[in-house]
């Protein structure tokens, strides 16, 4: 075969093109994936810790210790799934009666946890917010028949 055919020829081509194509279709996929995988573990700290935050709360005896447990119940779940979003900037607590802890009422606890999309500059972040929100609330009920102290 001459040079000139040679040069002419598809020969090696198919492998750049099979990296081109790799590159555009798998960076995309494995980013989002990341991202998908950092959501859910949001929803799951933000589930674990609405319902761990209302449960310490409607048990313990005086609602400043609640709100001190419930604090930390939240801050627990959400290093456990990575975020160090601080526990009292994500809780918030409501109570249906007051007092807080009156027998038959209701406390719910809503968590709110921020996202931030990975890979992301700083100084992108400061132009578009580039995170997503996640929530979730949980209601736990007084006991009906809890001694008032």
């Known amino acids: 075969m001459s040079l000139r055919g040679r040069l002419t020829g598809d020969a090696g081509s198919s492998v750049v ?3 081109g194509l790799s590159l555009v279709l798998l960076v995309p996929l494995v980013y989002l ?3 998908l995988g950092r959501i859910e573990a949001a929803t799951f700290a933000a589930e674990g810790a609405a319902r ?3 449960r310490t709360f409607v048990v313990a005896d005086r609602s400043d210790e609640g ?3 419930a ?3 939240v801050g627990i779940a959400l290093r456990d799934q990575g975020f160090d979003d601080d526990p009292s900037d994500a809780l918030t607590l409501t109570c249906s009666a007051s007092p ?3 027998p038959g009422s209701d406390v719910a606890a ?3 946890v921020r996202v931030p999309l990975p890979f992301v500059p700083g100084f992108v972040r400061d132009v578009v917010p580039l995170e997503v929100r996640v929530s979730s609330e ?3 009920p007084v006991d009906t028949y809890r001694s008032t102290r």
């Open 33 to 35: 994936v990341l991202v």
């Open 71 to 73: 604090l930390a119940a």
């Open 52 to 54: 761990e935050a209302a």
């Open 110 to 112: 809503r968590i709110d």
């Open 67 to 69: 709100t001190e447990r």
């Open 100 to 102: 807080c802890l009156a």
């Open 17 to 19: 093109e099979f990296l």
């Open 138 to 140: 949980r209601v736990a």
